[in-house]
């Protein structure tokens, strides 16, 4: 039998520097959703990317950033676990950075004992003088970890960098059946297409203080029906998420049901309500039962 890698490959960095952008480039599928805003990805999602010979198990993770509120620190707590169980550590900035927003994080990076590639991304957006300006300060900061310009965005080197990773990973065999694409269920992937719509069109703190919750979704042979709650904090929130009439709340629902039905493969019948539940990104209790905190 010829020789099979697997291992765990996550990917850690500022908010929007195009880490899953890259994880769903690799995956070929859209499982983290993707805006300008940051902290867009709240959770730790696993991407699996098979092959004969391999099991690549990528990792997206929270934007790094200094905690203000208790959903924050669950998030970061996603990102500390990522250097625990990680047989490749993927550190991505984008052209112009110069430092993590928490340094704590850039001191676990330089005495890592694990490979580290730092992917230098959007470098379509940068003269050749800046990228070799680049290059050479991280090196001189990080000197253990192996440099690999990309955009991941245009697909510039990010099957360079793929096969480098297969090359890094361990013998093992899969960890993961080898048709299973991801570890989250499908109601995951329903909330984060509608928060999706949410970080999209609607500004300030709204994006940020709402959760999703699918309360249903029965499969049939021909559709999907689902119900899904918008969790928000106050009752001026609500009204906004709903809009004039219903027009604002009836515009996420549309587009979320016109992504769902590509994701699934079938016609979808999406129902959407608003609720409000008070200061939830601070209660342990509320953070556990949405997945944070475990």
């Known amino acids: 039998m010829s020789e ?9 960095g ?36 098979n092959g004969d010979d ?59 004992k694990i490979p580290v590639l730092l992917l230098l991304n959007k470098i379509d957006s940068a003269s050749q003088e800046l990228l070799e300006e680049q290059v050479q300060h991280w090196q001189e900061t990080l000197p253990n970890v192996e440099i690999h310009p990309i955009s991941a965005l245009q697909n510039f080197n990010v099957k360079g960098v793929f096969d480098r990773i297969i090359e890094l990973l361990p013998q093992a065999p899969p960890y993961y059946p080898k048709d299973q694409l991801t570890d989250k269920p499908e109601r995951f992937f329903v909330n984060e297409t509608i928060r999706e719509k949410i970080l999209i069109h609607y500004k300030k703190e709204i994006p940020y203080s709402v959760e999703i919750e699918t309360e249903e979704f029965l499969e049939d042979a021909d559709i999907i029906r689902m119900r899904s709650v918008i969790m928000v ?15 604002a709340l009836k515009r996420v629902g549309v587009e979320a049901r016109k992504d769902l039905e590509k994701f699934f493969g079938k016609q979808v019948h999406l129902e959407l309500y608003v609720k409000v539940n008070k200061n939830w990104r601070s209660d342990s209790r509320q953070l556990k039962r949405f997945g944070y905190n475990n």
């Open 4 to 12: 099979h890698r697997a291992g765990f490959v996550n990917i850690i």
């Open 233 to 247: 904090e106050r009752d001026s929130q609500k009204g906004i998420i709903i809009g004039h009439k219903g027009s």
């Open 54 to 112: 391999f099991q690549l198990i990528l990792s997206d993770t929270p934007g790094i950033i200094k905690p203000a509120y208790e959903l924050q620190s669950s998030m970061m707590d996603f990102v500390k676990s990522a250097f625990e169980d990680a047989d490749v550590l993927l550190y991505m900035v984008e052209i112009g950075e110069k430092a993590l927003k928490d340094e704590r994080f850039l001191d676990k990076i330089k005495s890592s």
């Open 14 to 49: 500022n908010p929007n520097v195009g880490k899953s952008t890259l994880m769903n480039a690799f995956v070929g599928e859209k499982l983290s959703i993707i805006t300008s805003k940051a902290q867009t990805t709240r959770h730790r999602i696993l991407g699996i990317v």
